[in-house]
Nanobody, 118 residues
């Protein structure tokens, strides 16, 4: 059974930093891509960063502040959040796209809350 478990969220002051991690139990699947999404209250879920192999990218709105790292060939990917702003407050979700033969699946973690407030 495939499971994604996020950790590392919490309360941080503006300008502070946090590191999130996502550990995947892949079962028999191969991980193709993993991503971090976030959903603020009253807003749609949005992509923040993604990684394929060890090649990661972040969206323009967080470039220079967020960094994704890890390797989808391993079990864990990370999202480093720096210079946090109140508007970064959201539930952060890990996502994984996997395949086994010709079977493709997508899974989500349970989410971890990040709150940026003084």
């Amino acid at each position: 059974q495939v499971q994604l478990v996020e950790s590392g969220g919490g309360l941080v002051q503006p300008g502070g930093s946090l590191s999130l991690s996502c550990r995947v139990s892949r079962d028999k699947y191969t991980v193709d891509t993993m991503g971090w999404y976030r959903q603020a209250p009253g807003k749609q879920r949005e992509l923040v960063a993604s990684i394929t192999g060890s090649n990661g990218n972040v969206v323009d709105s967080v470039k220079g502040r967020f960094t994704i790292s890890g390797d989808t060939a391993g079990n864990t990917v990370y999202l480093r959040l720096s210079n946090l702003k109140p508007e970064d407050t959201a539930v952060y979700y890990c996502n994984a796209a996997l395949h086994w033969g010709k079977i493709y699946r997508e899974y989500w973690g349970q989410g971890t809350q990040v709150t940026v407030s003084s």
